[in-house]
C-alpha cells in the first residue's frame, strides 16, 4: 500500500489560518491528482481542492479563502487555508490518484489517515 502523510491540522480561530502538507512516497510514479477532502460529522465526505495536470479546482465553499499547491518533485500537495470559518471544521484527507498508461490504463487512488480542522474561538 501507498502510505499518505499528512500534516499541519490543528486548532485555528474563525479568521485564522493553517497549512496542511501531504507527502506519497518519491517512489510512487504517474501521480495525476493530489487534492485534499474533507469530512464534517454528520456529512459527507467532500472534494476540497485539487491538482490536476497543472490545473486547480476548489470546492465553491473555499474559493478566494484555500490555495492549493504541488510540487512534482517532492511528491507533495498543500493546502493554504485562509480565513477559516467553523463551518471548514473537518477531518481533512489527502487524496492522491495515480494513473499508469500502459497496454490498458490503470488508475489508482490512495487516501491518508485524516487530519482533524478544528476552527473555534
Given at each position: 500500500?501507498v502510505?499518505?502523510?499528512?500534516s499541519g491540522?490543528?486548532?485555528a480561530p ?15 510514479r ?12 454528520g456529512?459527507?465526505r467532500?472534494?476540497v ?28 500537495v ?5 480565513s477559516?470559518?467553523?463551518e ?10 495515480v494513473?499508469v ?11 491518508g489517515?485524516?487530519t482533524?480542522?478544528?476552527v473555534?474561538?
Amino acid at each position: 500500500q501507498v502510505e499518505l502523510a499528512e500534516s499541519g491540522g490543528g486548532l485555528a480561530p474563525p479568521g485564522g489560518s493553517l497549512r496542511l502538507s501531504c507527502a506519497a512516497p518519491k517512489s510512487v510514479r504517474s501521480i495525476y491528482t493530489m487534492g485534499w477532502y474533507r469530512q464534517a460529522p454528520g456529512k459527507q465526505r467532500e472534494q476540497v481542492a485539487a491538482v490536476t495536470a497543472g490545473n486547480t479546482d476548489y470546492a465553491d465553499s473555499v474559493k478566494g479563502r484555500f490555495t492549493i499547491s504541488r510540487d512534482y518533485t517532492e511528491n507533495t500537495v498543500d493546502l493554504q487555508m485562509n480565513s477559516l470559518k467553523p463551518e471548514d471544521t473537518a477531518v481533512y484527507y489527502c487524496h492522491v490518484r495515480v494513473v499508469v498508461h500502459g497496454e490498458l490504463m490503470q488508475s489508482f487512488d490512495y487516501w491518508g489517515q485524516g487530519t482533524q480542522v478544528t476552527v473555534s474561538s
